[in-house]
């Protein structure tokens, strides 16, 4: 069950790969801010801590918090 969420989260947040690089144009973090919007922020928040309006329906796993530098650093790109 994990690694299927595990593998939605990554099949959302790939097409967000490119907006993150140094070299990212504007147009692409302004897309990238869109997708997070559309996609993420439901669960994840608006600033990424979990706590979406969508989060407090989730059982058994809660969304986890992207500004968690320790756990994000974990996790491979």
């Keep these: 069950m994990r690694s299927t969420k595990s593998l939605l989260c990554a099949l959302?947040?790939?097409p967000?790969?490119?907006a993150l690089g140094v070299a990212a144009e504007k147009a692409d973090l302004k897309a990238a801010k869109k997708n997070y919007d559309n996609?993420?922020?439901v669960c994840h928040g608006?600033?990424?801590k979990g706590a979406g309006p969508a989060a407090a329906a989730?059982?058994?796993t809660k969304p986890r918090d992207l500004t968690d530098c320790k756990m994000m650093v974990a996790d491979s790109d």
Excluded: D, Q, S, V
């Design 12 to 14: 959302i947040l790939l």
């Design 16 to 18: 967000l790969m490119p």
């Design 39 to 41: 996609l993420c922020a």
């Design 46 to 48: 608006t600033t990424g």
């Design 58 to 60: 989730l059982n058994a």
